[in-house]
């Protein structure tokens, strides 16, 4: 036989898990009335925790399907699952178990189980949305693929001109396929953090230098004005270097194509306000301030055709964006639509122990 102290023991216990739940627990007597209700439920319905129990299941929660539930699980004792939205607080989405209570003596009523499931249901389609878009961004030149070696091989090789332009075509679509599938795994392996970043010191001048080097045949193409500018007395700053360089090329990359010929670009750095500020501007097409917040977002293109036509992914600025996050910085951007823009990346400035 237990005796009254390890009763009140063992019910302190229960008391003190149910508490630590992230779950809200509401458990309910055979007449539809709370007897038990933890902390977690009482937070997620507003509820207040002294006068939570004694109530009415309906009260609680206006909800037709649950109060259904809850009364088919008391006279069946069948387990059920739904989701639902439709209880306070609203735009809150929950996932409820309804489970009968047995005891070995008796039914004591059922428990209803809540989780707020709202941030996986929010990645769930987040997730679905994406791999539609890769599915989509893949299909596109793999059809064209497909259908110029059908040609070709229904005739076309034939005629040794148009054969080449085929292949050509052929090959601006396997490269198109290749830029798609690299920055799918750079914007995987940045995002994923598993990746411990390589922090060193980096040298502006010399570094923004030799980015603008590698660009030097496109730069020449479209008699682009580059310019860098380094305030004065800002002579390094720490940064992964690989990705910076990365970043700094996609936001450069842009700047060129985006830019009608003989435009004028800037690739800038400065100190201000404690923070390293690294800005690629240009003086073209610029961006409509509607899309200035959205450029940021994986395969968002504000002209879906021009950016497919230069060869674009839509994912180079999404890998801005991570490059700078994990480095504890941000990145946004300004715009005079018609005029240019500018990109602006923060670094925090790390202080100097090399
Ligand atoms: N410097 C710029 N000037 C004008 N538009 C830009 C510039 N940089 C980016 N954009 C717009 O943002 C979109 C997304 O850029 P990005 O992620 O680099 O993809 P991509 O260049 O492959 O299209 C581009 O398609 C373009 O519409
Ligand atoms: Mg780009």
């Not at 539609?132 to 059809?143: F, Q, R």
């Not at 690299?182 to 060193?200: A, F, N, R, T, V």
């Amino acid at each position: 036989m237990k005796n009254t102290a390890d009763i009140v023991q063992e019910t302190d216990r229960l008391t003190a898990v149910l508490s630590s739940m992230t779950e809200g627990v509401l458990a309910v007597d055979r007449d539809g009335k709370t007897f038990l209700v933890n902390r977690a439920a009482c937070d997620m319905f507003g509820l207040d925790e002294r006068k939570a129990a004694g109530r009415d299941i309906h009260d609680i929660f206006h909800n037709e399907e649950l109060s259904r539930m809850v009364e088919e699980t008391l006279a069946s004792g069948n387990v059920h699952t739904f989701e639902t939205a439709d209880v306070q607080p609203k735009e809150t989405l929950f996932r409820f178990h309804v489970t009968p209570i047995k005891s070995s003596a008796s039914d004591l009523g059922v428990a209803i189980i809540a989780h707020d499931v709202t941030s996986i249901d929010k990645l769930e389609k987040v997730r679905v949305e994406f791999v539609a878009n890769v599915s989509h961004e893949l299909k596109t030149p793999l059809a064209s693929i497909k259908g110029f070696v059908e040609t070709l091989k229904d005739g076309a090789l034939e005629e040794p001109e148009t054969a080449r332009r085929f292949l050509s075509i052929i090959e601006r679509h396997t490269n198109r396929l290749n830029n798609l599938i690299s920055d799918l795994l750079s914007l995987s392996k940045i995002e994923s953090g598993q990746i411990p970043l390589e922090m060193k010191k980096i040298r502006l001048l010399p570094f923004m230098n030799k980015l603008v080097g590698t660009f030097e045949d496109n730069i020449r193409k479209k008699e682009h004005t580059v310019a860098v500018d380094i305030q004065e007395g800002l002579t390094h700053m720490y940064a992964d270097d690989a990705l910076l360089d990365q970043a700094l090329a996609n936001l450069l990359d842009n700047a060129i194509k985006y830019t009608p010929s003989r435009g004028k670009i800037t690739v800038s750095a400065a100190e201000e306000d404690g923070q390293i500020r690294l800005a690629v501007s240009d003086t073209g097409l610029g961006i409509p301030e509607a899309d200035l917040g959205r450029v940021f977002e994986r395969f968002y293109r504000v002209d879906k055709a021009r950016s497919r036509e230069m060869g674009g992914t839509g994912l180079g600025l999404a890998i801005v964006k991570h490059i700078a996050l994990v480095h504890g910085g941000t990145v946004f951007a300004k715009s005079k639509p018609g005029k240019g823009c500018t990109f602006t990346m923060t670094f925090p400035k790390r202080k100097s122990t090399s």
